[in-house]
């Protein structure tokens, strides 16, 4: 019998299936584990951005917190937290991710790029929704949306949870010769929550101390979503060319750390 | 094939690092039945997390054909799902039809209406019971074991026995362990680990002297150190 051979292409497409449906099952995966020990399961997901998003809608009534601009306040607050929560989320998913996909392993087409890409997917979603929900919710509560230019506070959005599934991915990338820079990432990155502009716009900023800001990428992304969301505000730093640089410059870092060798990796930093 | 080509594998520990294997090479036909013979400590865990997939090399490469399977792997079995999603999960991720191994598992399981409860409520006893059922329920083309051939009281474990020597009508077998009966019974080609290295002996025998050579050694030491202790 003459074997019959495929074309390349034949091979490619069902290779990108198989990748497709493992992804897809990995994602699936996620979703069903995600504090599954927990009686309010699921809902945690939503449940903690929104406990942080009232505890800071909280702290602006009690120190009496005046907006920069003509919009109201939980208005003001979402379009600062809930870009940086999906930077924030998306990191501690695919950290977590990494120990996730060890056990699966034992399948032959997972491997850690995947599961970090279906534990951002998922973090992308949630976030997605969790956006929605809020602001439909403040629709319903107290009469007020406002979406200027969508596709500009989606493109913020994306930045900033590309971002934060690029950061991971380096980090973890990192990790393979020092394990420790994966347990101090939260130390590393306690201090975006205060210089990425979740409580105040870049147009309050001093020139000085905006030139020093604007080297956080956080802050285009926090930025870019407020403009998009808001007609009366366009703020003065709100660049997608820095944010989209860095996103491509962490992803290229994490597929070079990624693929090498980790014995030579420290004799290269030794 | 399955088996190692020029696999270095160290890892660090207490500040020190340790190699288990240096550019080693050894291959067997998929369809094989190796027993090993491998003393404690002496790195057969690793050896076999490589073979199947769960750890990288830190060099060279392992080749595989087919599915490699630990035999009673509960690895990606989640403490959060129930069993039955648990196993239906697996035979998404291979392409299986998930009723038939799930209906496979719980009849061979013996777990009844617990194959529909999250694992976490399981014991030790039923957890391996149902990853020992899915090992026998996967289409496997080479089983791999560090020492685990069957699990339960004496009931289940000649079911176990039955189940795998029918598996391995046509599917082989990697099997480490510290039981040269246990090899002699399942496998038809032996060899030892020993000093990072597999090596065939030409017979069953063979291997058990050598090894029975080694682990008296290593027991000499162990008497020793106790010794040393008391002094």
Redesign the interface.
């Known amino acids: 019998m003459i074997p019959v051979e495929r074309p390349a292409s034949h091979e490619m497409l069902r290779s990108i299936g198989d990748t497709m ?2 992804l897809g ?1 990995i994602v ?2 996620e979703i ?2 995600r504090f ?2 927990d009686a309010l399961g699921y809902a945690w997901t939503y449940v903690m951005p929104l406990s942080s998003i009232g505890f800071i809608y909280l702290a602006f009534a009690y120190f009496g917190r005046v907006l920069p601009f003509d919009t109201d306040r939980l208005s003001f607050i979402l379009s600062g937290m809930l870009p940086y929560l999906a930077f924030r989320f998306t990191v501690n998913a695919v950290v977590r991710a990494r120990a996730m996909a ?9 491997t850690p790029g995947l599961a970090y890409t279906a534990a951002a997917l998922v973090e992308f979603y949630n976030g997605l929704l969790l956006f929605a929900v809020l602001m439909l919710l403040n629709f319903l509560a107290f009469g007020n949306l406002e979406i200027d230019d969508p596709l500009l506070a989606l493109t913020g959005f994306s930045l900033a949870w590309a971002l934060g599934a690029t950061f991971a991915y380096a980090a973890l990338g990192f990790a393979r010769f020092a394990e420790i820079l994966v347990r101090s990432i939260n130390v590393v990155l306690r201090p975006l929550f205060f210089i990425s502009g979740i409580f105040y716009t870049a147009n309050e900023l001093p020139g000085g101390v905006l030139d020093v800001l604007r080297y956080n990428p956080l802050l285009d992304a926090v930025e870019l979503t407020r403009t998009g969301l808001f007609l009366s505000y366009t703020s003065r730093s709100a660049g997608i060319a820095y944010p989209l640089v860095c996103v491509l410059a962490l992803l290229a870092t994490g597929l070079v750390l990624h693929r090498a ?3 030579k990796i420290a004799e290269t930093l030794a | 094939m399955i088996g190692f080509l020029d696999v270095s594998k160290s890892y660090a520990a207490g500040g020190q690092t340790r190699c288990i294997i240096n550019k080693f090479s050894q291959l067997f036909d998929p369809y094989d039945r190796v027993g090993i013979l491998a003393a404690p400590g002496s790195g057969k865990s690793i050896l076999l997390g490589m073979l199947c997939g769960l750890e990288t090399p830190s060099s060279g490469s392992i080749v595989r054909q087919g599915l490699v399977w630990p035999i009673g792997h509960c690895g990606p079995l989640h403490p959060g799902m129930t069993g039955e999603a648990n196993v239906r999960s697996v035979a998404a991720f291979l392409g299986l039809d998930a009723d038939e191994i799930a209906i496979y598992c719980q009849l061979f399981s013996e777990l009844g209406d617990d194959f529909h409860m999250p694992l976490r409520f399981y014991s030790g006893s039923m957890r391996a019971r149902l990853g020992f059922a899915l090992s026998m329920a996967l289409p496997v083309t080479t089983f791999v074991s560090d020492e685990m051939v069957s699990t339960g009281d004496a009931g289940f474990r000649s079911k176990c026995d039955a189940a795998l020597q029918q598996r391995l009508t046509h599917a082989g077998l990697i099997l480490f362990t510290r039981n040269p009966q246990t090899a002699q019974r399942l496998c038809s080609r032996h060899g030892l680990l020993q000093d990072g290295r597999i090596e065939m002996c030409a017979t069953a025998q063979g291997a058990a002297t050598r090894f029975a050579g080694q682990t008296s050694e290593f027991s000499a030491i162990v008497d020793l150190m106790a010794g040393l202790e008391t002094i």
Not at chain 1, 105 to 110: H, I, M, P, Y
């Open positions: 449906r493992t099952n699936r995966r069903a584990t599954t020990g060890q056990p699966l392993r034992v399948f032959a087409g997972v060798p980790p014995r």
